[in-house]
DNA sequence: ATCTTGCATTTTGCTGACAAAAAGCACCTA
DNA sequence: TAGGTGCTTTTTGTCAGCAAAATGCAAGAT
């Protein structure tokens, strides 16, 4: 009775990269209550679609479902923010273990390419750039293990930790770091040592969780 | 009291129950389609539960959008089989390198009591039974990394791979031989060396892949 | 024969509505 | 005051049905 033309098709879609894009940027913050009917009004659909947006959203982690009753945000403890990242640090390990045991030469240009982009954004203090070259970085990493199903683990955990990730880049000089760092992981990743690439990741994911704990 | 969960959705988690039990028992072969209509049929519901049990499945991955219309069983190429077990491979071997960091000895009884269920069962030749104290086994296993994370994913790799890995099971003789296989995993998990227990675990993954890999 | 083209059928996504469960609330009792 | 008790409101799970999109099909064109 409401809204005449909408895209047939896809509001589902619409609605969760909606509400993923809102917890990324931290329209929604971590605890917050969501419910069906506020966004059924706020998208102009019906209560089904929302539901399901909510439940594959749930079912990423992104939300959990609430105390009493609906779902929230997800917020974790600094206990299950550590425990999050100690998982997503091994997946990152077990990717360039899997990486540097069959690295192509196209994968090895698509990384070095998204690599340079890091480090022209970071020299540039370009942040949102950044975190877009950082991200196509490790997107390119993971297409390199050339395991569909590892790079869709590894992507899952770098959206779930997103909102966290983003508060460690706070001056230039930490995009600088950050770039600086991958050309050290890229020698570890490149060097067809499976010991030394996943040594090389386990820094790099340690060093950089350590500043992301606290940074949160 | 931990299975006091709620029971949001009866119908809904029904019927997935169900299709999961009649994938993982192969009344349900890979490659079938399944008809919205037809399921709600057979469990006198309406489409919405179905639907949102074949959504939930999907996303899971036990289930895959059809090539023209709906979805069906998930089937696997040999090499998709192969890249699967070898992301499973890797989760698994994270799992082991962090149990025997923190391995605690409720934990470690914990393991040692499926163990033992383990050990009756196969030399019961009771495959139901082995299977079922197998499952238990790995499950301590996650349950020691203390990284509910890390057990979620290890867990669902578990799942998707049931149908698959229980046809490794053929004869008394590998039940007997995958309890012994414990025992070695064991001691190198309890050994506190985490280098010896990821190789430990590595290379009873490998053997455990290359038998699956054989037998399907 | 093969390739369009238009129509009929099936499937899908979504809607609005409803019944039941849960949470909130006011009142009563001890 | 604390602790029930029953009623009201909100929230949730499910339903039946509709309209768009996809698919199949058959007649006509090439």
Redesign the interface.
């Known amino acids: 009775m409401e809204k005449s033309e909408n895209t047939r098709g896809g509001a589902v879609q619409r609605v969760e990269a909606a509400l993923l894009n809102d917890i990324s940027s931290g329209v929604l913050s971590p605890g917050e209550r969501l419910d069906e009917v506020q966004l059924t009004e706020r998208f102009g659909v019906s209560r089904?679609p929302v539901r399901?947006a909510l439940?594959?959203l749930t079912?990423q982690?992104i939300l959990v479902?609430g105390a009493k009753r609906g779902v929230q945000v997800a917020e974790y403890s600094r206990e299950e923010l550590a425990?999050?990242f100690?998982?997503m640090h091994?997946?990152e390990?077990?990717c360039a273990?899997?990486v540097s045991q069959r690295i192509s030469l196209l994968s090895r240009s698509e990384i070095e390419i998204a690599q340079k982009a890091c480090v022209i954004a970071a020299e540039a203090n370009d942040l949102s750039g950044f975190l877009q070259a950082n991200e196509n970085f490790h997107q390119a990493i993971y297409r390199a293990t050339?395991?569909?199903?590892?790079a869709q683990?590894a992507s899952d955990f770098r959206r779930r930790t997103g909102p966290f990730r983003a508060k460690k880049f706070a001056s230039h000089e930490d995009l600088l770091a950050s770039a600086r760092s991958h050309d050290v992981l890229m020698s570890h990743i490149f060097s067809e040592d499976s010991g030394e690439a996943s040594a090389g990741m386990r820094a790099h994911m340690t060093e950089s969780f350590m500043q992301t704990l606290a940074a949160n």
């Open positions: 089904t399901e439940s594959r079912a982690g479902p425990q999050i100690e998982a091994e997946i390990v077990a273990r899997i050339g395991n569909p199903y590892m683990i």
